[in-house]
């Protein structure tokens, strides 16, 4: 079985601005062990601006990426603190390696680094206070197995509250792993392009599903060191897999592999991701693949590749239907040149978007997600989280425009569409019975001007995380 890397670890250079920082070494308990840096008192505020989200393709903090998450969520004022999550210890240097760049950033009152060896210590008191009264959390590389372990401990709900409450969350190589919505996870060893591709469902491969779900980011498999490693293969071979055994929603998964070196892509509180350092690489599986099973070679067909050189933008919340090149995996060999190609079909800096993914809370017209942007024919995607749950797009017809909404929904639920004027009277609907039953509406505007509307899918009985994809077309 080949051997996962250490945890990374580097010789952090040690700011003057840290002289006369508090360091305070508190063992929590046999398995945990805790560092903190700077002030002792944690910050203390209402409001923050995020989420913010930092992904690194390797280890190490990038203080570019850091800086603008750090500013983003303070909103430019005051100070914040961030807790570090580690499965070891480094193995050479400072015992605190991310703390040591954090805390000499602006706007940082407080970096705790906490090492925890064991998957009960996600249920350790004292790191989940410290992780609930931090605005950020940042898990170190090493192995993303260790993290994995964390699901559905205390430690799992306790993160996603830092981002509820307007923090973030990020991580780097093992770290950036595991803020993806599907986890490949190396439990079972590490696997490399040339193993995967030849078998797909290679014993080396395995997921986690359902750990992190954050905003914007659905249906995507995080992969690091991206470039230097090759692991282009590798994640397009997570793609097919995804998409065959219905790991992502809707049938389209997304790979986001990060190149190290200071490579880190930077996601807004909007969906909007800015790509710092070196390059990363955004692969798309939008079909089912031609050949998939164990003991046999790949086959695929047009994986769908942008590539995000550092400035760059790619919007996770409308994401683009252009801007990317074309490579094909035919009995296990990939295409050449699978890091660069010219794309398709050009769309600015990748721009543009066919689908937009709901982003809640969009539960009332006021709150509604903002479609009128989307092009045609377009994809609205979502689900329905609770028996009460209401989905609320906003879009605009011209005169003489019709508008044909076609929605495929899980067997999980059964969800009713309705199509509403500007003052929320029902104009038309779908309210087919039974879970899993499709929905479809059109709507032709007679009135002269451009009129705004609003699609509304709500929940009739059943609830689940699996998502309806919605087909709009104007014509």
Not at 86 to 102: F, L
Not at 111 to 120: K, V, Y
Not at 260 to 285: M, P
Not at 413 to 428: I, P, R, V
Request: hydrophobic residues 35%; contains cysteine; negative net charge.
């Amino acid at each position: 079985m080949p051997l996962r890397s250490p945890r990374f670890a580097s010789a952090a250079v040690v700011l003057t601005a840290m002289a006369s920082a508090l360091i305070a070494h508190q063992p929590a308990h046999a398995a945990a062990d805790r560092i903190r840096l700077g002030n002792t008192a944690d910050a203390s505020r209402s409001a923050w601006n995020g989420p913010a989200f930092t992904m690194n393709g390797a280890g190490g903090i990038v203080a570019a990426s850091m800086t603008r998450a750090i500013d983003d969520i303070r909103g430019g004022t005051g100070a914040l603190d961030v807790v570090v999550l580690a499965g070891s210890a480094p193995t050479s240097g400072s015992k605190t390696p991310e703390c040591d760049t954090i805390t000499g950033l602006a706007g940082v009152n407080s970096c705790t680094t906490w090492t925890l060896t064991t998957a009960g210590d996600g249920n350790n008191s004292q790191v989940n206070t410290d992780v609930r009264n931090a605005e950020f959390v940042y898990f170190a590389g090493g192995d993303q197995c260790r993290y994995t372990a964390w699901k559905g401990t205390a430690l799992e709900a306790s993160v996603e509250s830092v981002v509820a409450k307007g923090g973030g969350s990020g991580g780097g190589s093992a770290g950036h792993h595991v803020n993806s919505p599907i986890v490949y996870d190396a439990c079972n060893g590490s696997v490399t392009s040339a193993e995967a591709l030849a078998n797909p469902y290679d014993r080396y491969i395995s997921f986690t599903t359902g750990m992190f779900e954050w905003a914007n980011y659905g249906s995507v498999i995080n992969d690091s060191h991206f470039v230097t490693r090759d692991r282009m293969g590798r994640t397009m071979s997570f793609l097919a897999r995804a998409v065959k055994d219905g790991l992502a929603p809707g049938g389209a998964a997304w790979g986001v592999g990060v190149e190290e070196g200071g490579g880190s892509l930077y996601l807004d509180r909007n969906g909007t991701a800015t790509q710092y350092g070196k390059d990363a690489y955004v692969v798309l599986a939008d079909h089912q693949p031609e050949q998939a099973v164990d003991r046999k070679p790949l086959t695929y067909s047009g994986f769908k590749i942008w590539r995000l050189t550092p400035g760059s933008t790619f919007d996770f919340k409308n994401r683009p239907t252009c801007g990317y090149y074309l490579r094909s995996v035919t009995n296990g060999v990939a295409d050449p040149n699978l890091y660069s190609g010219t794309p398709v079909t050009d769309c600015g800096a990748q721009g543009g978007g066919g689908a937009l993914a709901e982003s809640e809370p969009n539960d009332t017209r006021d709150t509604a997600d903002d479609a009128t942007a989307l092009p045609s024919p377009g994809t609205l995607t979502g689900s329905m989280q609770s028996t009460a749950d209401r989905d609320y797009f906003k879009l605009t017809l011209s005169s003489g425009q019709k508008a044909s909404v076609n929605c495929a929904v899980p067997s999980a639920y059964d969800a009713d569409l309705y199509w509403l004027d500007t003052n929320g009277s029902t104009l038309t609907r779908s309210v087919n019975n039974g879970a899993g039953t499709d929905e479809s509406l059109s709507f032709t505007r007679t009135a002269s001007g451009t009129g705004t509307y609003y699609l509304d899918m709500e929940a009739y009985s059943g609830s689940g995380t699996a998502s309806y994809s919605c087909t709009v077309t104007k014509s």
